[in-house]
């Protein structure tokens, strides 16, 4: 019969008890923190597949981020636009009173006076800001889009420019591989206050306001394009209000795929839990029975294998 030794004894059942420990403490954090692992190499392949998740949460977490910054912007942008609606809608109301071939020459100056207070309310609404950047400038968003040019009694008689007429629209990205437009340009191809051809609403209101301080009823080119004005100011606007309802949409379709995205995170790492608490249970019994193992071999002495 071979014996084996004490020392041999006593080494096997140690590395016994190092490996039920690690067990036991593993199956202990598990309990504790609901999850199977806590570290990925644990799993490589779950860890790899939540790793990937990972990834795609915080890239939503910066497109929602993305989409919540420009649908305030637009939100913002909306608001303006409609106070230029107004403006226009008001200097129509004004210009048709005018037009009353019964009223003399000062009451048309009384209005003409009151287009001039619509210009430059029409400057201040150009030079709105969102936060600290000019919400009408583009991408150059450190500058007002136009200066007044004015006379000596303070009236505004031009503008200057400060963007180029090709100025960029802001953009963000919402997704893996879109990025999109937001917002109003003040001026360029479809700028909102003029695009380059038949639209220009301050030299409009400007030529209005003239022919009316010196009693005269305005030119029929201008009442036309006053009514051009309205109606591209309002197209803008229902696209800003469409453009407004899509960033919307997009804030909930985010929003439902990073609860996705940790409702698949939770499920790859979550524990079972009476499952877990019924190994623990039994990896307790067996290192309390591996302890004591361990502590009869450590007391035996040559004695007891003679």
């Given at each position: 019969?071979?014996?084996?030794?004490?020392?041999?004894?006593?080494?096997?059942l140690?590395?016994?008890?190092?490996?039920t420990?690690?067990?036991?403490q593993?199956?202990?954090?598990?309990?504790?923190?609901?999850?199977?692992?806590?570290?990925?190499s644990?799993d490589?392949?779950v860890?790899s597949?939540?790793?990937?998740?990972?990834?795609?949460?915080?890239?939503?977490e910066?497109?929602?981020?993305?989409?919540?910054d420009a649908?305030?912007?637009?939100?913002?942008?909306?608001?303006?636009?409609?106070?230029?609606?107004?403006?226009?809608?008001?200097?129509?109301?004004?210009?048709?009173?005018?037009?009353?071939?019964?009223?003399?020459?000062?009451y048309?100056?009384d209005?003409?006076?009151?287009?001039?207070?619509?210009?430059?309310?029409?400057?201040?609404v150009?030079?709105?800001?969102?936060?600290?950047f000019?919400?009408f400038s583009?991408?150059?968003?450190?500058?007002?889009?136009?200066?007044?040019?004015r006379?000596?009694?303070?009236r505004?008689?031009?503008?200057?420019?400060?963007?180029?007429?090709?100025?960029?629209?802001?953009?963000?990205?919402?997704?893996?591989t879109t990025?999109?437009?937001?917002g109003?340009?003040?001026n360029?191809?479809?700028?909102?206050?003029?695009?380059?051809?038949?639209?220009?609403?301050?030299?409009?209101?400007?030529?209005?306001?003239?022919?009316?301080i010196?009693?005269?009823?305005?030119?029929q080119v201008?009442?036309?394009?006053?009514?051009?004005?309205?109606?591209?100011?309002?197209?803008?606007?229902?696209?800003?209000?469409?453009?407004?309802?899509?960033?919307?949409?997009?804030?909930?379709s985010?929003?439902?795929s990073?609860?996705?995205?940790?409702?698949q995170l939770?499920?790859?790492?979550?524990?079972?839990?009476?499952?877990?608490?019924?190994?623990?249970?039994?990896?307790?019994?067996?290192?309390?029975?591996?302890?004591?193992?361990?502590?009869?071999?450590?007391q035996?002495s040559?004695?007891?294998?003679?």
């Open positions: 019969m071979i014996r084996v030794s004490t020392s041999s004894s006593y080494n096997l140690q590395e016994r008890l190092a490996e420990q690690l067990a036991y593993k199956k202990q954090m598990e309990v504790s923190t609901g999850k199977m692992y806590t570290n990925r644990e490589p392949s860890g597949e939540v790793a990937l998740i990972e990834r795609q949460r915080e890239d939503t910066q497109f929602q981020e993305n989409v919540r649908s305030s912007w637009v939100t913002t942008t909306n608001a303006k636009t409609q106070e230029v609606v107004e403006l226009l809608q008001h200097a129509n109301e004004l210009i048709t009173q005018a037009n009353n071939g019964t009223d003399d020459d000062v048309r100056q209005i003409g006076e009151e287009i001039d207070i619509l210009v430059e309310r029409l400057l201040t150009s030079g709105s800001k969102f936060g600290s000019y919400l583009g991408t150059k968003t450190d500058q007002p889009p136009y200066d007044a040019v006379d000596a009694s303070g505004i008689t031009g503008l200057t420019d400060n963007l180029d007429p090709a100025q960029d629209a802001r953009k963000t990205q919402i997704n893996d990025v999109i437009d937001y109003e340009v003040a360029g191809p479809d700028g909102l206050f003029e695009n380059g051809t038949n639209v220009d609403l301050f030299q409009n209101l400007i030529n209005m306001r003239d022919s009316l010196l009693g005269d009823v305005p030119d201008d009442m036309s394009a006053l009514e051009t004005n309205l109606d591209h100011t309002i197209g803008h606007l229902t696209q800003s209000g469409v453009q407004q309802q899509w960033f919307q949409s997009q804030e909930k985010l929003q439902n990073q609860t996705v995205q940790v409702q939770e499920t790859l790492q979550a524990a079972d839990l009476a499952a877990s608490m019924t190994d623990l249970s039994q990896l307790q019994t067996t290192l309390q029975a591996t302890m004591q193992m361990v502590s009869r071999v450590n035996l040559i004695m007891n294998f003679l």
